[in-house]
């Protein structure tokens, strides 16, 4: 059986104390990936005659001896569109390309899955060393990964997963770096029933943008939680990620008399539109909302009250994830098919020892 790197976000001032674009990834909680097996290399000259050419390299060969080879690798990263998750992500992409001295070329679909294909296409005509893919949905990205086999491109996926799979491995894939959709809906799931105890109650759920694999996923580990609990779904409906949807949803569910004692949201954008539209009725005391995601408005929402809970992984170390993953692979290393970033629960006790990068 293939192995899953998992790698959980610290919980605790080791998040927030992480130093520069590191994210959390030296957090305790991590779990370290196995120690990877390096492609056969060059063995080292033997002769008097190699040894003098080494030594003439001078501080060139002290560095390497340092840092490890650096290759000037072109990596094409293809984002599905504009959201600040993407921002910080690309922190986290622009220093990893630094570390390991790659080039990175961007392309932003706008949310566009025929036109993020079209891009694609046109950087394996270009030239490129491999793909790193945020697909705009799985179908979408099942054809860039089919398009990239035939052009002898690899592909490595991040953020969104590709297929069926709830892990995130898919064949044709270098790697898949993220969360495992499910459990991150599982855990807004687990938030509700600590917030709404045995008694349980009526909640709304607000979705994703429909057909995403966030939002298939999320609704899925959302639903296996709460499976057994006396916790009852009894209206969903899209906000698109959107905030204004999520408050106007909420509005016309008030004015309707409709009776709820919990709103889960598969993001916190809807999540403070859901708290702000509750506030402003008065109803937020006794109707509880769950966000998903650990934005800065997120957790600040949280901390002012207008939301009671919300999820946190690290969007910077996604992204450094997905380049150092790149670029292990085409050093001729061995990578896991999947690496998990978990999500964890971030509550009105714990919310001060997160920071929000996005």
């Known amino acids: 059986m293939r192995r899953t790197v ?23 909680n991590a779990t370290k990936a ?31 001896e340092t840092t490890g080879e650096k290759k000037d690798y072109k990596i094409a990263v293809l984002l599905p569109g504009p959201t600040g998750y993407f921002v910080a992500t690309k922190e986290g992409v622009d220093a990893a390309a630094a570390e390991y001295g790659v080039t990175i070329e961007y392309a932003d679909a706008q949310w566009d899955a025929s ?30 990964v089919k398009s990239a086999q035939e052009s002898n491109i690899p592909v490595l996926a991040f953020t969104n997963a590709i297929g069926s799979e709830e892990t995130g491995e898919y064949a044709g894939l270098v790697s898949y770096v993220g969360q495992n959709e499910v459990n991150t809906g599982a855990v807004t799931g687990e938030i509700a029933k600590n917030l709404l105890g045995e008694a349980g109650g009526k909640a709304i759920l607000i979705e994703g943008v429909p057909g995403t694999t ?59 539109g859901a708290g702000q539209a509750l506030k402003e009725a008065g109803m937020k005391e006794e109707v509880k909302v769950i966000g998903l995601g650990g934005s800065k408005d997120g957790l600040q929402a949280v901390k002012d009250g207008v939301i009671d809970g919300t999820t946190y992984m690290s969007a910077v170390e996604e992204g450094h994830l997905a380049i150092e993953t790149s670029v292990k692979y085409l050093n001729g290393e061995k990578v896991e098919p999947v690496t998990e970033i978990r999500q964890v629960e971030v509550n009105k006790d714990n919310v001060d020892t997160f920071k929000g990068e996005w």
């Open 214 to 272: 966030p939002q298939i996923n999320r609704k899925k580990g959302l639903e296996q939680a709460l499976k057994g609990s006396n916790i009852e779904i009894i209206y969903n409906q899209t906000s698109n990620w959107e905030k204004e949807q999520a408050l106007k949803i909420v509005e016309d569910l008030i004015q309707k008399k409709m009776e709820f004692n919990v709103v889960i949201c598969q993001d916190d954008n809807s999540a403070t």
């Open 115 to 144: 036109k993020q294909l079209s891009q694609a296409e046109d950087f394996m005509v270009k030239g490129v060393d491999l793909i790193a893919l945020c697909c705009v949905d799985s179908g979408s990205g099942e054809k860039i």
């Open 34 to 64: 196995p120690e990877t097996t390096a492609a056969p290399a060059d063995q080292a000259p033997k002769t008097e005659e190699a040894k003098t050419e080494a030594e003439s390299t001078g501080e060139d060969t002290k560095a390497a």
């Open 6 to 28: 998992k790698r959980a976000v610290a919980v605790g001032m080791a998040c927030v104390m992480a130093a520069g674009l590191a994210g959390c990834t030296s957090s305790a």
